[in-house]
């Protein structure tokens, strides 16, 4: 069965400093990749996918997140963070079956500090 | 607003009782999800209806619970004789597969809780 994980559970940082979040899955496919940031009170967010192409994607907010096949995984960075990005950070997978299902890892909490 | 919507937002219920939710999706969004997220963990797969059919039930999902998506545009989630452990987050996502099906759109959750 797929899975994700999200080693780093809670994080704290500054404001600008640079940010990484992990994330790696498990599944011998091809896959689609997401991250998902998720505000205090507020919805889940799309902030960024890979399906296929550059394995380098670009999202919202100056957001980017890097592909490595060989290593099944699919980080998330940040040059420099504010403190609006206070939030909890998911990361998810699915598996090109016609589903569409995501399947999430247990989230991020980042904790900008101004 | 055009995004997903769900109602209620919050729901108290005794032991027992049923409880029923709905999701109303993106217009013309062809696919709509359930998922559940319980505190400190992200959310786990339901459910998903394509149109009016669902098309995958997770283990997760007991009989105690279903969905139905009668018209293929909005969608109920039913839970009969509720238990503490169905409280939970029930969040609600929908996808148009003639744009890349696997971009979901989510909803602002029904936040179930059971005393």
């Known amino acids: 069965a797929q899975s994700v994980s999200q080693h780093n559970h809670h994080v704290i940082l500054s404001e600008a400093a640079s940010l990484e979040l992990g994330c790696n899955y498990s599944?011998?496919?091809?896959?689609?990749l997401f991250w998902y940031v998720q505000y205090p009170g507020q919805h889940l967010q799309l902030l960024l996918k890979?399906?296929?192409?550059?394995?380098l994607v670009k999202g919202i907010k100056g957001f980017e997140a890097e592909f490595i096949k060989s290593k099944f995984s699919f980080n998330l960075r940040k040059p420099s963070v504010q403190w609006s990005y206070t939030a909890e950070y998911f990361c998810a997978v699915n598996d090109r079956s016609n589903t569409g299902k995501l399947i999430f890892g247990q989230g991020t909490t980042l904790q900008v500090k101004p | 607003d055009t995004g997903v919507s769900q109602n209620p937002r919050h729901k108290i219920t005794k032991r027992g009782q049923n409880v029923t939710f709905r999701c109303d999706p993106i217009s013309e969004h062809n696919r709509l999800y359930w998922y559940r997220q319980t505190l400190g963990q992200g959310p786990e797969f339901l459910t998903y209806f394509q149109n009016e059919a669902q098309l995958e039930k997770s283990r997760l999902l007991s009989d105690r619970f279903s969905a139905e998506r009668p018209k293929g545009s909005f969608s109920t989630l039913e839970i009969q004789r509720t238990e503490q452990g169905d409280s939970a987050m029930y969040l609600c996502?929908?996808?148009?597969?003639?744009?890349?099906?696997?971009?979901?759109?989510f909803g602002p959750g029904t936040r179930l809780t059971v005393t």
């Open positions: 599944y011998g496919g091809t896959v689609n």
């Open positions: 890979y399906f296929s192409g550059d394995p």
């Open positions: 996502a929908s996808s148009l597969t003639t744009q890349g099906p696997y971009e979901q759109y």
